[in-house]
């Protein structure tokens, strides 16, 4: 491969020589001799499986007159191990007022520093771009319509490993409730101290609201269920 290349485990080598009296060829790993074989003109092929790190090569040939050959060093960085991925906040099961919410995620890798990220919300790619290795990145999602979300974040690296968080479920509600106060009338005159308050409240998503009563701009009850 190139110099400098990014591989999962098992890398092939190849070589191409243009020897008259070919003799010997030998294959360094990480300054450490690793095979020597005979070799005739054309190439060679050497195939090894790395452990993943960084590793350096280099082969050197020689002629049957002792003259010697040595090919630049060449490194390469393998990679056979995903990064992980997570949505660090809201909590599971949040509900938000807003149509992009920003949210925040994690993503680490044992060789990179940038990691590149897709956000998903439905099955649907909704954010993508690039996060520093093990620091906390805030990314706003496109805007998501009224209702229940699955999101998901993919984390790949430059070996094109991927890790996948676990999926986040979240509720865009931007619609406030209404409520109408039906009795008593406008304008009723109480000859007691107290008075009973009929209302309906409604609200797009939520089955229940929580209502506050307030009496001349100060809150008199709260919580009340409807």
Do not use: M
Not at 79 to 88: F, G, K, L, M, R
Not at 91 to 109: E, G, K, R, Y
Not at 171 to 177: F, K
């Amino acid at each position: 491969p190139t110099d400098n290349a990014v591989s999962g485990s098992s890398v092939t080598i190849n070589v191409t020589h243009t020897e008259t009296n070919p003799d010997k060829l030998q294959f360094f790993v990480d300054g450490t001799l690793n095979e020597t074989r005979t070799y005739t003109n054309g190439s060679t092929n050497l195939t090894r499986t790395f452990s993943d790190g960084i590793h350096t090569y280099n082969i050197t040939i020689n002629d049957t007159a002792g003259n010697l050959l040595g090919l630049a060093t060449r490194t390469v960085t393998i990679d056979t191990t995903a990064p992980t991925a997570t949505i660090t906040s809201p909590s599971n099961n949040t509900w938000t007022s807003s149509a992009t919410p920003t949210i925040t995620i994690n993503t680490t890798d044992a060789l990179d520093s940038t990691i590149n990220y897709s956000i998903t919300a439905d099955g649907t790619l909704n954010s993508q771009g690039n996060a520093s290795n093990n620091t906390l990145t805030n990314v706003t999602l496109a805007a998501l319509t009224n209702g229940t979300h699955t999101l998901v974040l993919r984390a790949t690296d430059n070996a094109n490993n991927t890790g996948t968080s676990t999926t986040l479920t979240i509720t865009v509600d931007t619609s406030a409730p209404t409520i109408t106060l039906n009795g008593p009338t406008n304008g009723t005159s109480l000859s007691a101290t107290s008075a009973n308050l009929t209302w309906t409240a409604t609200d797009n998503l939520n089955t229940s609201v929580s209502c506050n009563v307030t009496v001349n701009s100060a809150v008199n009850a709260t919580g009340l269920a409807s």
